[in-house]
């Protein structure tokens, strides 16, 4: 991957839309560090102090998903999560509805007419999650404000100046969010492509300084005499090194269908004849399982946290039962990982279309017939591809949460759906690097 950076850096072209996405990613960051106005930092920093660790909670995994933005109430506190929330909404729709799914296949002029509802669906997500903040915010540091000052959520908060300041607040989010796509767009359109999941690798990436001193702190809880920790810091080095690598691997795995395209005479040419393959790549749903996962399984932790029942309680039990510790979350969190990820990928991958594909090109996948067969054959393969592509994303995202419980090493921000994401898109960018190197003919990359 570092050689193909350096390949490109030495093309003028290439060069300078690298630097035009670090200059986006640059004005990302800064956004994300400007708080929205008429917010009392003090009374905000004690109540998010706890968002600063896991996603164990729905505002832990947006902090971490916003690069730390969303704890800091700035103006990209809600990061990609309503365009990725619009993307998904998008494709189960375009599946679920016929109108959007004919738009969907009417090439070139129908992805543009997705992409604007996209667009649109994502403010109104943005809109909706930035007044919710906005209330959380305003409830929760109503009761634990800063008590030395008094101040609550907004400096005016009686009359007409109590609804100016939530207005701002919340168009200020929500403004966010749409200068956040379209930051995305620029760099599909100007940059080296891959443009939201770049800006979701920034936010990501910027997390690691926090982990970082976490560790740190861990490490001097060794010299304190906690001698464990010795052990267990080094340690979780390796084994971050060692996922990092095998998330590699399992990207690029993939089981190959050959296919054999009959001959066919035109005119006084022949075409076809030749051997191919169709590739189906292990990790067909990406990370979307575990992201689909993950939220639910917030949704506990969240309620808690807005609703605070008193210690003791029924309620206090249940909640605390599903809380990453627990036995019941590692097993809710492997059978919804599994769950999801033949969910995405029958909604994404469709057996019958894709051998009616075949049977109209003259393809034929050796030994099986034509038409219902293939089909047949093709589901029986995306079914066992996606068990084990499935047991990958389980492994991996259970991997920290039983880590963290075995050797006492919590509040580490880089989970298992955090390394996913920075690998995947890593590697995304270096093809996408590639891809374009090869299209202006460089002599070097492939030597």
């Not at 400007?34 to 920093?45: S, T």
């Not at 997500?125 to 959520?153: S, V, W």
């Not at 066919?264 to 076809?272: A, L, N, P, S």
């Not at 917030?298 to 605070?308: H, R, Y």
């Amino acid at each position: 991957m570092f050689q193909t950076i350096k390949n490109a850096w030495s093309i003028p072209d290439l060069r300078k839309k690298i630097l035009f996405t670090l200059l986006i990613v640059i004005i990302f960051r800064i956004g994300s560090v400007i708080p929205v106005p008429f917010l009392n930092m003090d009374a905000l920093a004690n109540v998010m102090g706890n968002a600063q660790g896991v996603d164990d909670t729905l505002v832990g995994y947006l902090n971490t998903l916003s690069g730390g933005a969303f704890a800091n109430a700035t103006i990209f506190a809600m990061g990609i999560t309503p365009y990725i929330n619009s993307s998904i909404i998008m494709q189960l729709l375009c599946v679920a509805i016929p109108p959007l799914e004919r738009l969907s296949k009417e090439g070139e002029e129908g992805r543009k007419k997705i992409a604007a509802i996209t667009r649109y669906v994502t403010v109104g997500l943005g809109l909706i999650q930035g007044t919710a903040y906005y209330f959380f915010l305003k409830n929760t540091i109503d009761t634990q404000g800063d008590t030395a000052t008094g101040l609550p959520i907004a400096k005016y908060t009686e009359g007409f100046s109590m609804w100016f300041s939530a207005i701002v607040i919340i168009f200020a989010f929500t403004a966010g969010t749409a200068l956040i796509m379209w930051l995305g767009e620029q760099i599909n359109k100007n940059g080296i492509g891959n443009g939201i999941s770049i800006l979701l690798f920034a936010g990501i990436i910027a997390r690691l300084p926090y982990t970082v001193n976490l560790l740190a702190q861990y490490w001097n809880l060794g010299a304190q005499g906690s001698t464990q920790f010795y052990i267990f810091v080094p340690l979780w080095v390796i084994l971050f090194l060692a996922v990092v690598w095998f998330i590699t691997f399992m990207q690029d795995a993939e089981r190959r269908i050959p296919i054999q395209y009959a001959k066919r005479v035109v005119g006084r040419k022949m075409y076809g004849g030749q051997s191919t393959h169709l590739p189906i790549k292990v990790a067909l749903g990406g990370v979307m399982p575990i992201i689909f996962a993950s939220s639910i399984l917030s949704i506990p932790s969240t309620i808690q946290l807005f609703a605070n029942p008193p210690e003791g309680s029924f309620w206090h039990g249940f909640l605390n039962a599903f809380k990453t510790s627990g036995w019941l979350y590692a097993v809710l969190y492997f059978i919804l990982i599994l769950a999801f990820a033949y969910f995405y990928t029958t909604i994404q991958y469709n057996p019958v279309e894709m051998a009616n594909n075949l049977k109209q090109n003259n393809g034929t996948i050796p030994g099986i017939r034509p038409g219902r067969p293939t089909a047949d054959f093709i589901a029986k393969i995306l079914s066992r591809i996606t068990l084990i592509g499935a047991l990958f994303l389980a492994v991996i995202a259970l991997f920290p949460i039983l880590y963290s419980d075995f050797t006492g090493l919590y509040g580490l921000s880089m989970g298992g759906t955090s390394v996913i994401i920075i690998v995947g898109v890593a590697l995304d960018t270096a093809k996408q690097l590639e891809s374009q190197m090869m299209m202006r003919h460089y002599k070097g990359f492939l030597d």
